[in-house]
């Protein structure tokens, strides 16, 4: 069959105005092969993706569009060749046309070759079923593959995006690039919804190297200016509109004779280049000796494109380009990168009396919305957004209040972090009583039992004005030390309101006595998890709130410890054998015969919440306890299945689960769920060390092969991961001595810091998110939630009977 005689056979070129394509193209010289995603609303909405190889179009259907986070493996069924000048093709397909519907060109562009050397082998690699390759477009760019998936259909593949500099940290939704016009009707360019800024990750240390740019980081409101048909918009970080407030940047931005989205810092500032921050809230008109600027430094987009895809470097060159336009403003001004290595920027910054440097990576894509590693923010001085909760009644010579009654949410709740009292003029003392006047509610917003300062004179508001401060530390309890009120934040929303930087900054060491035994807390300060700045007090924090709920599955266990000293991004290592002369006395120890080597190993035993934190301050991230007890190392207390998804969409991992759970309650066993906390689920049979490991594993590799005669196009039994590419691995295998598992509750050395989490069965759905559950959400979520394993001691499994059943 020709290549496009099933494109043509599909459709009726008197009734649509897709091209007819009649013959392939052959490919001229020097010619660059394109790629494009065109975004299909027909019967379903999905995404059409084509490259240009052998003269048509290949083409595939994405049903929930491409992805730029690796960890996002996206179905893409092959449809027919197209003709190549579909690559251009936007317009309605007219009802009872095959693929009726609208169809709008997302992105396109051209792409190269990574595993060919020329169009004839990556043609062969296609026959395959495996080809990679680099996208150049305005969204989609760097390194992905295609895979066609074993075992099932042949035109089911994986459409994959490798990890590289223009990977994304978080799960991707191309319908979040999509504009809103487009949505509804097709083909408008984005115009009206407001526009979300890139945001900054704080970090302690500024990176070195060449591969960085550093700016001032300007002590004002971040504003999105929006420039189209519809006029000029000035937008604060959380969408509220500016225009009002600021009239003569809206002039001069109206100035402009090209549509764009600008981003950048508001300012009032003096002819010393010092911030009034107090100011900006008010708005314009300013006092006569002090300027209002708006510092750019960078844009989104330029007339009808997006640039966000595009490297820092090249988005300077257009804003550079665009602003050499603009003639006579004074409002706007460009921001200059720093000149100078780290340290020096540094010295910069302190001689000036700086906030703080920002710095961003010079081949960054602007990430809206997204608050990435690849721009950074080092502040001189600490400041943390809070909520005004209260007031006192003021005192001595002063008028109008005392202090400030401060607060922020933490884990969903509103908790008292201290109070403020100095940084107020006069006239700021009198203009901010009377805003808090209108807000006095009577209620105090904070927990029953929360102990607040002064508590007898405050005046309770409704929680909802928010407002920035300085500060010179957090205390061990949690609340702001020397905290001085910079300005009020209008900004912002109030569930926003969130410690940005760690709160253990004054507890690098500690020393903890529990139950008359002193454990020794080290390197508290040290980042663990760098994309998510979480710190190992914070982990080891974790575990002594936690520890009720995951001692119970450590008793008399070994422990293998899984030790990352240096955070996740740094090599870790496992650790069995111990010196029981080189630990704590009061560490529990036990001698295990290993069966590789014929020696006595030296295990920790972990039965109480001091061999908890001394194990988790050795950097052991997660805890993995042996499935059987020291007493009885042939014995299992649990059997256990591993869904690994091994590539597989996530949401097939989930049926499986919902699958095996109908399966076991049909022969009566009683079976408890957990996420891996990495990829996948784990589902635990309590077997009580009835039975040995053999007659455990038997019935969980029986079990396995039920659900793979009922799934074979998605699972596989197979242990060699080469041959199970892209299906779901039910690995009975973890059934043997000496086998660990990540302890429920247990932390995991991920992006996220995420847990392996006991599930209510109600819990398994489709769209089940493993990253939902990490060190945050946990410590909330068992204090809201009744344990969803409360029952696994009484509901021992009898293999026996469930055989019988079968």
Request: net charge neutral.
């Amino acid at each position: 069959m020709a290549k496009l005689e099933t494109y043509t056979k599909k459709r009726n070129f008197e009734k649509t105005d897709e091209p007819q394509g009649k013959s392939p193209i052959k490919k001229q010289a020097k010619h660059k092969l394109r790629f494009v995603v065109q975004r299909h609303h027909a019967s379903r909405l999905h995404y059409d993706f084509r490259l240009e190889l052998d003269g048509v179009l290949k083409s595939w259907a994405v049903p929930k569009g491409p992805s730029l986070y690796p960890k996002d493996k996206r179905l893409a069924m092959q449809v027919e060749d197209h003709p190549v000048d579909y690559a251009s093709f936007e317009g309605n397909i007219p009802k009872g046309n095959y693929g009726a519907g609208t169809v709008h060109i997302f992105d396109s562009g051209y792409y190269e070759f990574t595993d060919a050397e020329n169009e004839r082998d990556f043609l062969k690699n296609w026959e395959k079923g495996s080809i990679k390759f680099k996208l150049w477009g305005h969204i989609l760019r760097g390194e992905f593959a295609l895979v066609r998936m074993k075992g099932g259909d042949e035109k089911a593949w994986l459409l994959i995006k490798h990890q590289d500099k223009y990977a994304t940290h978080k799960p991707y939704n191309s319908e979040d690039r999509v504009a809103e016009p487009v949505k509804s009707a097709g083909l408008a360019f984005k115009s009206g919804p407001p526009p979300k800024p890139m945001l900054t990750k704080l970090i302690e240390k500024l990176p070195e190297g060449g591969d960085w740019l550093y700016e001032k980081k300007y002590d004002g409101f971040r504003i999105l200016a929006v420039h189209d048909s519809q006029g000029t918009h000035l937008y604060s970080r959380n969408g509220k509109l500016m225009n009002h407030l600021f009239p003569s940047l809206v002039e001069e931005i109206d100035g402009l004779d090209r549509d764009v989205c600008l981003d950048g810092e508001l300012v009032i500032e003096d002819k010393a280049k010092k911030a009034h921050f107090q100011l900006i809230a008010s708005g314009e008109p300013i006092p006569s000796a002090l300027e209002l600027h708006y510092y750019v430094f960078d844009i989104l987009r330029l007339e009808k494109e997006e640039v966000t895809a595009y490297g820092l470097e090249e988005r300077r060159d257009l804003l550079n380009l665009l602003l050499k336009r603009m003639d006579g403003v004074k409002v706007i001004q460009k921001v200059e990168s720093l000149k100078g290595n780290s340290v020096e920027v540094q010295q910069i910054a302190k001689d000036n009396n700086w906030e703080g440097i920002v710095a961003k990576e010079k081949d960054s894509r602007y990430l809206e919305g997204t608050r990435s590693t690849s721009w950074v923010k080092y502040k001189l001085r600490h400041s943390q957004e809070v909520i005004i909760c209260g007031y006192t009644r003021p005192q001595g010579s002063r008028d109008f209040f005392g202090a400030l009654v401060l607060g922020l949410y933490k884990e969903g709740q509103l908790v008292y972090i201290g109070n403020c009292g100095t940084g107020f003029s006069d006239a700021l003392l009198q203009s901010l009583h009377t805003t808090m006047q209108q807000l006095e509610n009577g209620r105090k917003p904070f927990a029953r039992g929360t102990k607040v300062a002064k508590e007898k004179e405050v005046i309770w508001l409704k929680p909802i004005l928010i407002a920035e401060v300085y500060y010179s530390e957090w205390t061990k309890e949690e609340h702001l030390r020397h905290p001085v009120f910079k300005m009020l934040r209008e900004d912002k929303k109030v569930k926003e309101i969130k410690t940005e930087e760690a709160m253990d900054i004054d507890r690098n060491e500690e020393t903890l006595k529990i139950g008359g035994k002193t454990v020794e807390l080290t390197n508290l300060d040290k980042v663990y998890w760098p994309k998510d700045n979480y710190v190992k007090g914070q982990m080891i924090a974790y575990y002594e709130e936690m520890v009720d709920w995951i001692l119970p599955y450590l008793k008399d266990k070994p422990i293998s410890l899984h030790r990352f000293p240096n955070g996740i991004e740094k090599d870790g290592f496992f650790q069995k054998d111990v010196d029981p002369d080189k630990i704590p006395e009061w560490i529990k120890t036990v001698p295990v015969h290993a069966e590789s080597t014929g020696k006595e190993i030296d295990y920790i035993v972990c039965n109480d919440k001091q061999t908890l934190l001394y194990i988790a301050n050795l950097g052991s991230i997660e805890i993995n306890p042996w499935l059987a007890t020291y007493k009885k190392p042939e014995k299992p207390d649990f059997g256990v299945l591993d869904l690994d998804p091994n590539g597989a969409d996530f949401d097939e991992v989930v049926r499986i689960a919902q699958d095996a759970k109908k399966l076991l309650d049909n022969i009566g066993v009683p079976a408890f769920l957990k996420t891996s906390g990495s990829t996948g689920l784990h589902i635990y049979l309590y077997v009580k060390a009835k039975y040995d490991y053999d007659i455990v594993r038997d019935f969980i590799q029986l079990l396995a092969s039920i659900l793979h005669e009922r799934h074979q196009e998605t699972t596989s039994t197979i242990r060699d991961p080469k041959k199970r590419k892209g299906l779901i691995y039910l690995d009975f295998l973890q059934n043997r001595r000496g086998q660990t598992m990540a302890a429920p509750y247990s932390l995991r050395p991920k992006e996220g810091a995420t847990a392996s989490a006991p599930l209510f069965w109600e819990e398994l759905k489709v769209g089940l998110q493993i990253r939902d559950f990490n060190i945050q959400s946990m410590l909330k979520r068992v204090k809201d939630k009744k344990d969803p394993w409360a029952a696994i001691w009484d509901k021992p499994v009898n293999i026996k009977q469930a055989l019988a059943r079968l």
